[in-house]
């Protein structure tokens, strides 16, 4: 069996060994393509992989767990091994990451009074739940027992969240009570006080940073108790994208050059991220600081490797680094990687939100409204509705909290969207309802106006102090002309693979007649449907994709407002034409020989009668 050992320097098997690693997150790519990821990285010329393993991802309810498949770490483990590559594993319960929740499940908040990240002890009997089924898992990894992982991370950047001393304790407890042997890092950034208070007694503090690899070093160098080597865990080479950006994120690549260099000549280097990949389905995270930014789909991070994993001017200058102070191997890459532009294909049928819903989901019946979280959903949309009384009209709405966006229609006429401040407005969101036609309502509708109000959790923030304030939907009162308005019918829209299938085979579909929504009426606001028409209203489109051979591909969703993708029922992840992303990335596993079901799910009106596919991504 090897041994790894942190004294002044890291020891592998009693001789001194430098970390130079690249960080994936298995999570965000194909399972079919983790082979062809850490072969590039093996080439590039890291010895190491990192990577994170999310709560969430593993545990979606209470006590359900996913172990095989895409959820299948250990595999991805192995074949790093097979490849020579070490492994660094950062196993929750946080991680941050831009990813929802920063990998927290959602089902904690949806407990009375949980309180995370700290000795909070229904929050710690949960942890140790998840961690009787994990860290075993890890256990027969380690390199001292005939696998790869050589550091395992106790909890993520806690110096910036909390100073439980206790709780980070008892995480390295559990873990060694488990099995863990292989020695513990923490990561934190090196300014103000959260590295010192990010520290546990006797585990190597590492830094997370950018820019200025020198003085960051000097900086840690102060603040640890011990002869320990330095490691930069997060050399951000890159960075994340937000929704509403107005251009892609590009770093400085000859400053990014001079810090790589500095750290491969002298100290150890993990780069976040080599890969980034992709925040498929529900799962980007957001931040919160001036405003709420969720966070784009693509998780291209401006990595050396992209999003679909092409070779980019990073990879070949990070390569050619390496290769002064290291061997670096000539590898062949095993998976054939393809790249096609498809062309256009039209849209066959439709179905309306409004007229599937009953259809989709069972409401749940409240005299007040829940919270998604109370109402048993973690993701996707929760629709609810109430009605008004007859001889009621509304001249001003309330919310006393909601979240994150919220679309109101009356009678299925679409009369507002709200997006976060709006919401929350000096602690209320207040948006008159002036029925002008209030009289006409109360004709056409002899018990009043029906509300329904569509609700979108755009990603739990990932970040920062917040995290215990992450649920969605409307989550206290609503006040209609001054008075709480009880009364509620609440249906859960996660769109997962059940209700998508559901939706294909039973829905009331309707053919689209092509004669009125053709290529030159790219965006209309209304679609013809048979006799009758799809409005603006929140709507699903099905189109079909028929292949003679699978490559990887890009769907352009330019013409159309907001919404998600799903294809064969997988949830491909969240479009919105405000930018900066243009175009969703579809690696090639996804698709098949034949016919693909491509369903898109657009909530502003905004659609065209074709999406295209294309060989490149788009910004």
């Known amino acids: 069996m090897h041994t790894f050992e942190i004294k002044e320097n890291f020891y592998l098997d009693r001789k001194k060994f430098q970390i130079i690693s690249g960080a994936i997150h298995y999570f965000r790519v194909v399972p079919e393509y983790w082979r062809d990821r850490l072969e590039k990285l093996k080439n590039m010329g890291c010895n190491t992989v990192e990577t994170y393993i999310p709560w969430n991802f593993h545990e979606p309810e209470k006590g359900i767990f996913l172990w095989d498949g895409w959820h299948d770490f250990e595999n991805f483990l192995s074949i790093a091994q097979e490849l020579g590559l070490y492994a660094i594993v950062r196993p929750s319960p946080y991680i941050c990451a831009e990813w929802e929740l920063g990998g927290l499940p959602w089902w904690l908040l949806a407990e009375d009074g949980m309180k995370l990240r700290c000795s909070y002890?229904?929050?710690?009997?949960?942890?140790?739940?998840?961690?009787?089924?994990?860290?075993?898992?890890?256990?027969?990894?380690?390199?001292?027992?005939?696998?790869?992982?050589?550091?395992?991370?106790i909890e993520n950047e806690y110096g910036y969240f909390g100073n439980d001393s206790a709780y980070m304790n008892f995480l390295a407890e559990t873990m060694r009570f488990l099995g863990i042997t292989v020695p513990f890092v923490t990561s934190d950034g090196p300014w103000g006080a959260a590295f010192k208070t990010g520290q546990a007694k006797g585990v190597l503090p590492t830094g997370n940073f950018g820019s200025s690899a020198k003085k960051q070093f000097e900086v840690m160098k102060k603040q640890m108790n011990q002869d320990f080597p330095l490691m930069c865990m997060e050399f951000?080479?890159?960075?994340?994208?937000?929704?509403?950006?107005?251009?892609?994120?590009?770093?400085?690549?000859?400053?990014?050059?001079?810090?790589?260099?500095?750290?491969?000549?002298?100290h150890n280097v993990n780069i976040y991220m080599f890969h980034g990949g992709t925040n498929f389905g529900f799962m980007n995270g957001s931040n919160y600081y001036a405003k709420l930014t969720p966070d784009t789909t693509s998780y291209d991070y401006d990595a050396p490797l992209a999003e679909d994993g092409r070779l980019t001017k990073k990879y070949h200058a990070f390569r050619k680094i390496i290769k002064k102070y290291q061997d670096v191997p000539n590898v062949d890459f095993s998976t054939k990687i393809e790249y096609k532009s498809f062309g256009k294909i039209y849209c066959k049928k439709a179905a309306d939100?409004?007229?599937?819903?009953?259809?989709?989901?069972?409401p749940v019946k409240s005299v007040y409204p829940l919270s998604m979280e109370e109402s048993g959903q973690g993701y996707g949309y929760t629709l609810y509705r109430t009605s008004l009384k007859e001889d009621e009209s509304a001249g001003e709405l309330i919310f006393e909290a909601c979240g994150d966006r919220i679309q109101a229609f009356s009678n299925k006429k679409k009369l507002f969207t709200a997006f976060d401040k709006e919401i929350c407005k000096e602690g209320h969101g207040i948006w008159p309802l002036n029925f002008t036609e209030g009289k006409k309502w109360k004709i056409e509708r002899e018990n009043g106006a029906v509300l329904e109000f569509l609700t979108e959790n755009l990603g739990r923030v990932n970040f920062g102090h917040s995290l215990e304030n992450q649920k969605k939907g409307i989550k206290d009162g609503v006040l209609i002309n001054g008075h709480r308005q009880f009364g509620w019918e609440i249906f859960n829209l996660p769109l997962d693979k059940n209700q998508i299938e559901a939706l294909e085979e039973k829905g009331a579909w309707k053919e689209i007649n092509s004669k009125i929504w053709n290529a030159d009426s790219e965006n209309k606001k209304a679609v013809m449907c048979g006799n009758k028409i799809i409005s603006e209203n929140p709507a699903f489109f099905e189109f079909t994709l028929d292949l003679k051979e699978t490559a990887d591909t890009y769907i352009d969703f330019s013409g159309w407002g907001k919404g998600v993708i799903f294809v064969n029922g997988f949830n491909l992840g969240r479009f919105w034409d405000k930018g900066p992303q243009k175009r969703l990335y579809l690696p090639a596993p996804l698709l098949k020989t034949g016919k693909n079901k491509i369903l898109i799910f657009e909530t502003e009106g905004k659609r065209r009668s074709c999406v295209e596919f294309f060989d490149r991504q788009k910004f």
């Open 121 to 153: 002890e229904p929050y710690l009997n949960h942890v140790r739940d998840y961690y009787e089924k994990l860290i075993p898992k890890i256990e027969s990894h380690q390199i001292d027992h005939g696998g790869n992982v050589i550091l395992l991370q």
């Open 236 to 266: 951000w080479a890159g960075w994340f994208e937000a929704w509403g950006n107005k251009f892609k994120k590009k770093s400085i690549l000859k400053m990014n050059k001079s810090d790589f260099e500095f750290m491969v000549k002298n």
């Open 353 to 362: 939100l409004f007229e599937n819903l009953e259809f989709l989901a069972k």
